[in-house]
């Protein structure tokens, strides 16, 4: 009879054998005797006697690093060809360097891959030792695509620039002047990619104080046209493309700085009913839509606005129906943003004390903190494939424009000269 000792999580083996075999543990022979060996896993020690006259199975519980147990059963075997290779295969990988100093060589191989850094130490000590040491750091995702528009102040002109995430190559985009995003420090996005990433809808002004302009660039054509145009004093914000493309949703505020709005315009710049730009909602009972506005692929609107200081997150129906509030806090929670797949809404909230991105489902629940900066993290932006997310923080002193993955893990510094109010495109 031929088996072979298995170690796995959560997996069970059995023993059984005759007088005069040899134990193998984790690729390791060694000799039996009536004496009893002794196998260590991370911080728990077992022992067991599997001395020659042991024929039953011989079974114990092995405690592992991470506080699950391991049931192990060891077959009893008869003698093999001095060198051998086990290999376990657990559900998670990464590579376990072992040394040896044995009298049979042998190279025992595991692989695990956690979701944050572990040290595991295995040491099997019957008659020789084997010590195993795997540092291990949390998984990366592949590498992110797309460009991500953000927003520099260059000596006192306010600019978008796109960064080629593939090969860190920034280009210049437009001049988008002091909008009321910057005026108003919301944080909410100035300008939306379209769909197919084939144009890109911002706001722009000439000067502080003068008409927000809503306008469309065309990338294949070269063009740039306005759609809509605020009252001087007021502002425009959020602007944010219907999933087929053919609208654009954005957030206005009249002269007075009292009346806001949600509208809606034609992409191609036609009318939407009976005139070029349609009403969704207005600030009937005070609200504020200060914190962002953004269209799902399902066409539901998720959306920040308050109406005593501090924001929280909504979803709502295209035509201004069905308010939902997520958040519900007394923390401010602002910036909302859709996954690409509609299922999870990422957003600034300052419930920890500073300003840090979480991400919830889309009816509010599982929400968790994904950012740990020391600084303040805000405006999140999602990759197109959904594994990272980009956002502005401070936390080198100055405000730039990082990406982690979406558990928080692999952080990337993306610019180092000024940058915030991310966008990434689809």
């Not at 054998?17 to 728990?44: C, H, K, M, Y």
């Not at 740039?224 to 007021?234: H, K, Q, W």
């Not at 308050?306 to 910036?335: I, K």
Request: glycine share 8%; charged share 15%; hydrophobic share 35%.
């Amino acid at each position: 009879m031929f088996g072979a000792v298995h170690i796995d999580f959560g997996g069970m083996f059995a023993c059984c054998g005759s007088s005069g075999a040899q134990w193998f543990v984790d690729g390791i022979w060694l000799p039996s005797t009536n004496e009893s060996p002794t196998l260590r896993v991370g911080e728990t020690r077992q022992t067991s006697d599997f001395g020659s006259a042991t024929v039953s199975r011989a079974h114990f519980d092995v405690g592992c690093n991470d506080g699950e147990q391991m049931d192990i059963r060891a077959y009893y075997l008869p003698a093999p060809a001095p060198t051998i290779t086990a290999t376990a295969t657990p559900t998670e990988t990464a590579a376990i360097t072992s040394t040896a100093t044995i009298t049979a060589t042998a190279t025992p191989t595991a692989t695990i891959t956690p979701t944050e850094t572990v040290t595991a130490t295995t040491t099997v000590t019957p008659t020789e030792t084997v010590t195993a040491t795997a540092t291990v750091t949390a998984t990366r995702p592949p590498a992110p695509t797309g460009g991500i528009a953000y927003h520099r102040n260059d000596n006192g002109i306010d600019r978008a620039y796109v960064l080629n995430v593939a090969n860190n190559m920034v280009t210049p985009l437009v001049d988008v002047g002091p909008v009321m995003d910057l005026a108003l420090s919301t944080n909410a996005a100035f300008g939306a990619w379209s769909p197919d990433n084939s144009k890109f809808a911002y706001i722009s002004t000439v000067s502080p104080g003068a008409s927000n302009v809503l306008r469309v660039l065309d990338f294949n054509s070269n063009t740039t046209r306005p759609l809509f145009s605020s009252d001087a004093g007021g502002g425009l914000s959020s602007p944010t493309w219907s999933p087929d493309g053919t609208k654009i949703a954005f957030v206005r505020l009249a002269a007075n700085q009292r009346v806001w709005a949600i509208d809606v315009v034609n992409a191609d710049g036609t009318r939407c009913s009976t005139q070029y730009v349609c009403e969704i909602t207005t600030n009937a009972h005070g609200e504020q839509f200060r914190g962002g506005l953004v269209w799902s692929k399902q066409g539901l609107y998720a959306l920040a606005f308050n109406t005593t200081g501090a924001n929280n997150v909504y979803t709502m129906y295209s035509d201004g129906s069905g308010r939902v509030d997520l958040t519900n806090s007394p923390a401010d929670d602002s910036t909302p943003v859709w996954s690409p797949d509609g299922k999870l809404i990422a957003f600034t909230s300052d419930r920890s004390g500073r300003p840090q991105i979480y991400v919830m489902n889309a009816d509010g629940s599982n929400l968790h903190r994904v950012s740990q900066g020391s600084a303040a993290d805000f405006s999140p932006t999602w990759s197109p494939d959904g594994n990272w997310i980009a956002f502005a923080s401070t936390r080198n002193g100055s405000t730039d424009i990082y990406m982690m993955d979406v558990n928080g893990n692999n952080v990337t510094r993306l610019t180092t000269t000024g940058g915030d109010h991310p966008v990434w495109s689809h």
